[in-house]
C-alpha cells in the first residue's frame, strides 16, 4: 500500500509555576504545574507504509529516543504492523527543562494513529503517554494546563495575554532525577491539610487569576521549586535569571529543572529589548500557544489524513481497532 506522510510540529513546553509537594508512594513525586505550550517547536516527518511486518526507523539518531517509544508502546497495544520513518528536526535544546522529547513522543502518539487509521480513545492514548514519561500526557492536551500527580491529571486554563516571551538555554545540563533528589522531599501523605494549603496558596491565586478577564495580576505568583537548590549549583543560571528581570520579564522563571530561563513580556517591544539585553547568551523570542492555537496547529498538519474536527484528530481511514 501506499506510503503516508505527514509533517508535524512538536512544540515546547514551560513550566509557568511548579510546586513539587513531597514523594509519592510510587517513587515520582506529587506536583503541581502549569504548563504552557511556546512556539519553539522540533519539525517531525513521520511516513508510514502498512505492510505485513513491523519496523521502524529514526533519524538523527537519538540515545533513548522517545519518539520510537511512542511507536512501539502503539505497536504493542494494536499490533500494528507496517513501516515507519521518523525524521526529527530538532530545534527543541535536550535536557534543558522545555519537554522535546515528551512533546516527540506524544506526537508520534497523536499522528500515528491518524496515518495509520486506527482508533484510540483519548483516555488510552493518556494512558500510553504516562508509561512513556511524566510530561507526556501533557502534550496530548497542549495549551495551559493546570497539571497535578505526576503531571497526568491536567486541568485546561486560560492563556496568558501576555503572550511574548524570551527563552534562554545555558550550555548546562541539569539530571531530573538529581534535582528532585536534592530537594529531599518528605512523604506527600505526612502533609498536613494546612501545609499543603499554604504550599498551594500561591498557585491558587494564580490560576484564579488567570481564569478571570480581565483578572487581577497572574504574574508575581508564579513560583519553581527548583530554582534555590539548581542555581546554587550552577549560579549563572540565577544570574541570567536576575538579567531577564532587569530587562522588565514578569515573571522570570526557570522551566522544570532546567537548566532553561524564560522571561514573559508585557510587548513584542519589550521582548525585543530584552533580547538585546541578553546579547550573547542564547535567548530567542517565543509566543506562548494557546489550546486552541496547538489544536489548530495539529489539524492543519494532518488535514490530509484526518476527518472532523474531534479532539484527538480522527483518521480517515479504516479503523481496525
Ligand atoms: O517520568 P519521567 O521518566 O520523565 O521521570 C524521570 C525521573 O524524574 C523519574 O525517574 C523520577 O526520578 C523523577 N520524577 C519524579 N517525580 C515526577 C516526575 C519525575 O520524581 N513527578
Do not use: C
Not at 522540533?42 to 511507536?71: K, M, Y
Not at 493546570?146 to 486560560?158: F, N, S, V
Not at 546554587?232 to 522544570?256: D, F, N, T, V, W
Amino acid at each position: 500500500m501506499a506510503t503516508r506522510q505527514a509533517t508535524v510540529r512538536a512544540f515546547a513546553k514551560l513550566n509557568l509555576s511548579l510546586l513539587v509537594l513531597g514523594k509519592r508512594a510510587d517513587g515520582y513525586h506529587e506536583l503541581r504545574t502549569v504548563f504552557q505550550s511556546i512556539s519553539l517547536a522540533d519539525r517531525i516527518r513521520l511516513a508510514w507504509t502498512p505492510g505485513a511486518r513491523w519496523s521502524v526507523e529514526a533519524e538523527p539518531e537519538i540515545a533513548n529516543n522517545l519518539a520510537v517509544r511512542a511507536a512501539e508502546v502503539l505497536r504493542d497495544l494494536t499490533g500494528l504492523r507496517g513501516h515507519l520513518a521518523i525524521g526529527i528536526e530538532k530545534h527543541i535544546p535536550m535536557g534543558g527543562g522545555l519537554g522535546g522529547g515528551s512533546s516527540n513522543a506524544a506526537a508520534v502518539l497523536l499522528a500515528l494513529p491518524v496515518l495509520a487509521g486506527i482508533r484510540i480513545p483519548f483516555n488510552e492514548l493518556l494512558g500510553l503517554a504516562t508509561a512513556i514519561g511524566s510530561d507526556v500526557p501533557y502534550f496530548l492536551q497542549g495549551g495551559t494546563v493546570l497539571a497535578a500527580g505526576r503531571g497526568q491529571e491536567m486541568y485546561p486554563i486560560a492563556t496568558p495575554k501576555e503572550r511574548s516571551a524570551v527563552v534562554v538555554t545555558p550550555a548546562v545540563s541539569v539530571s531530573t532525577p538529581e534535582a528532585f533528589g536534592v530537594l529531599k522531599r518528605g512523604s506527600v501523605d505526612s502533609l498536613t491539610f494546612t501545609e499543603l494549603s499554604n504550599k498551594i496558596s500561591n498557585l491558587r491565586v494564580m490560576i484564579g487569576a488567570l481564569n478571570v478577564s480581565p483578572g487581577p495580576d497572574w504574574r508575581g505568583f508564579s513560583e519553581n521549586d527548583f530554582e534555590s537548590v539548581v542555581f546554587e549549583r550552577h549560579p549563572q543560571l540565577g544570574l541570567i535569571r536576575e538579567k531577564l528581570e532587569r530587562a522588565g520579564a514578569a515573571p522570570a522563571r526557570m522551566s522544570g529543572s532546567g537548566s532553561t530561563l524564560f522571561g514573559v513580556f508585557e510587548s513584542k517591544v519589550a521582548q525585543r529589548r530584552a533580547l538585546k539585553a541578553l546579547k550573547g547568551e542564547s535567548a530567542r523570542a517565543v509566543n506562548l500557544v494557546s489550546s486552541r492555537e496547538y489544536r489548530s496547529a495539529w489539524s492543519r498538519a494532518l488535514s490530509e489524513h484526518k476527518v472532523g474536527t474531534e479532539w484527538p484528530p480522527r483518521s480517515r481511514y479504516g479503523s481496525s481497532k
